[in-house]
């Protein structure tokens, strides 16, 4: 019943194999958890608090723009148009890969991304653009600088 319920509600299942039962519930309960955090927002806003309270109380770090647009989207269409509708492959980059990612970037920080992303194609048959990479390498502190900084 669990995953009907989610499904009623919005939220996006995953039919491509991820590894692991956990993992999917994991994922499943994020996406769960941003749609409720929406919601949440927006309900404030329409009974009168700011957006940046009513962000910060649910627990959501947004712009003024963002949940603005998110009031304006649930008005239009309901609940059902917060819900996350991303398509591609939000969860390439976590667990085991992600694992992978960082101690390859910490032991050689200046390996180009380029390189990491065949190492990621060869050993995970894994397809990950080097934008994505380069994303994931700054929020983990082990970027690769451009060949143009390295220089001066």
């Not at 669990?2 to 499943?28: H, K, M, T, Y």
């Not at 941003?34 to 009974?47: F, G, S």
């Not at 390439?92 to 992600?98: A, D, Q």
């Amino acid at each position: 019943m669990f995953w009907q319920d989610l499904q009623a509600l919005g939220v996006n299942l995953c039919r491509e194999p991820i590894g692991s039962r956990l993992r999917a519930r994991v994922v499943l309960m994020e996406e769960f958890h941003l749609y409720a955090a929406r919601v949440q927002v927006v309900e404030a806003m329409e009974q009168g608090l700011p957006w940046h309270e009513a962000a910060k109380r649910a627990g959501l770090e947004i712009s003024q723009s963002t949940a603005y647009r998110l009031r304006q989207r649930m008005r239009k269409a309901g609940e059902q148009a917060l819900r996350e509708g991303r398509h591609g492959h939000p969860i390439k980059l976590r667990g085991e890969v992600r694992k992978f990612l960082e101690e390859t970037c910490r032991q050689a920080p200046h390996t180009p991304s380029h390189k990491v992303q065949t190492q990621l194609a060869q050993r995970f048959s894994l397809q990950v653009s080097v934008s994505q990479i380069n994303r994931v390498r700054a929020s983990l502190g082990v970027s690769n600088p451009p060949q143009s900084a390295k220089k001066k």
